[in-house]
């Protein structure tokens, strides 16, 4: 499995590369009043408004006063809205083997481990895979 892997606050996210629809760079992000937290704001990509998640917020890391007004995004392949979530800085495509795949701790809640597609353990650091489809369809439910 290859996966798209980014750093957002100090932690180290991805998603298979094949759930990335792209990334993006460099764009402006709006900041909309009234928003959930885990909404960091709208972002015009090609002439379409995307809805720029932080999954930081989703995990109970509250970041929301230390947005920029430019940032990174990878938008969501398939999902029924034009979804993105927010990264601080991008890393690298990594190939992983199955020996390094787990599953979401236990300490995590339920609504947190839904997002969780799996963990992925290597020799530097701990990848949190996040889980597209849920991320698309909790961003209607949270």
Not at 28 to 50: K, Q, R, S, T, W
Not at 92 to 118: F, G, N, W
Request: aromatic residues 4%; negative net charge.
């Amino acid at each position: 499995m290859q996966i798209l892997t980014w750093i957002l606050g100090k932690e180290s996210y991805g998603m298979k590369l094949e759930d990335c629809r792209d990334v993006k760079e460099n764009t402006a992000l709006f900041h909309i009043p009234g928003m959930p937290d885990y909404v960091a704001g709208l972002a015009n990509v090609n002439g379409e408004p995307v809805t720029v998640l932080d999954v930081s917020c989703l995990f109970g890391l509250d970041r929301k006063e230390n947005r920029p007004s430019t940032v990174a995004l990878v938008r969501i392949k398939g999902a029924q809205q034009n979804v993105a979530l927010l990264v601080d800085r991008l890393t690298d495509i990594v190939t992983v083997s199955q020996d390094q795949i787990e599953i979401a701790p236990a300490s995590m809640s339920e609504t947190q481990a839904a997002l969780v597609a799996c963990m992925v353990r290597r020799p530097e650091i701990v990848t949190i895979v996040l889980n597209p489809r849920e991320l698309s369809k909790a961003h209607g439910n949270f």
